[in-house]
């Protein structure tokens, strides 16, 4: 498997892993540059199932694991500190349990290692709608990302909603073969026991109005 990814700068490197649907460039208009001018490399790549490195081939959690450990081994960047988001904290957790060798530190965002009552059922009618080929009106999927996606505070701020929502009518989520595998790619059942087995330093990071992986989740 041929991964599209980026690689600059010199130092220590950092893995950023994009989440469900996101492509490495996710990370160059804010975290490359500011790692860049604090002396890291920066190494960023399109997961696969999305950007240039899209297929539809079947592929799984550990599938995307191996992808991320040809990688950095390819590099030659090991140790690497991971920078994971969402489905990317999922792989992140799952490398660091199968190649602790690979990873001195990592900050995990939107994660969790478990699922709960609501987020199972979230789970079964992505995968439900999906199966059954129906495409949602681009209005009615906006709304479904304001919901999942903001805090109530930026839902009642009518100039960034306003934004938002011009945003995501004119580029409406494209829904590939890659990125329905992609919905797969996370903690289906209870995985805090084999997370103990993590040895690097790692931050959790939660955010509190987050409906999709609540903090409570992370712990």
Known sequence: MNLAYDDRGTGEAIVFIAGRGGVGRTWHLHQVPAFLAAGYRVITFDNRGAGATETADGFTTQTMVNDTVALIESLGA????VVGVSMGSYIA?????????LVSKAVLMATRGRLDRA?????????DLAASGVRLPTTYDAKIRLLESFSPKTLNNDEIVADWIGM????????????IRQGAIAPLNNRLAVYQSITAPVLVIGFADD?????????
């Not at 409906?211 to 712990?219: C, Q, S």
């Open 78 to 81: 090991a140790p690497v500190r």
């Open 168 to 179: 995501f009518n004119i580029w409406p989520i494209k829904v590939t073969p890659g990125l």
């Open 93 to 101: 957790q799952e490398l660091m349990v199968v190649r602790p060798d």
């Open 119 to 127: 987020r199972e059922f979230f789970y079964t009618a992505e995968k």
């Open 211 to 219: 409906v999709v992986t609540p903090p409570h989740l992370g712990r």
